[in-house]
């Protein structure tokens, strides 16, 4: 499997904005579909947003309706890294992200990161 590891997580103010990283490394890292995951105390971990790549050699993503048009995934295979730009925050985004990569064919995510807290003060 691939290791990951995330950075870029932080206190920000609501409307503020922030990207978190996820580098990998270990496995061929085109072959994974790339998600980004949430845990907020007290709540169960939440699917935040995926990228694939797909037929017709293109980037297909998608996301969480509560982060829809706040937040981009995109990622960079030649670095191996997926990131999560994160606009417009607001305090319910507050949470432990984790990023986490599925190797194609396979059902579950076999790989994540340690996790990074995203802190959003009102």
């Known amino acids: 499997q691939v290791q990951l590891a995330e950075s870029g997580g932080g206190l920000v103010q609501a409307g503020g904005s922030l990207r978190l990283s996820c580098a990998a490394s270990g496995r061929t890292f085109i072959n994974y579909y790339m998600g980004w995951f949430r845990q907020a105390p007290g709540k169960e971990r939440e699917f935040v947003a995926g990228?694939?790549?797909?037929?017709?050699?293109?980037?297909?993503?998608n996301y969480a309706d509560n982060v829809k048009g706040r937040f981009t995934v995109s990622r960079d295979n030649a670095k191996n890294t997926v990131y999560l730009q994160m606009n417009s925050l607001k305090p319910e985004d507050t949470a432990i992200y984790y990023c986490a990569g599925r190797l194609t064919g396979e059902a579950d995510f076999g790989s994540w990161g340690q996790g990074t807290q995203v802190t959003v003060s009102s």
């Open positions: 990228i694939r790549w797909s037929a017709g050699n293109v980037w297909d993503t």
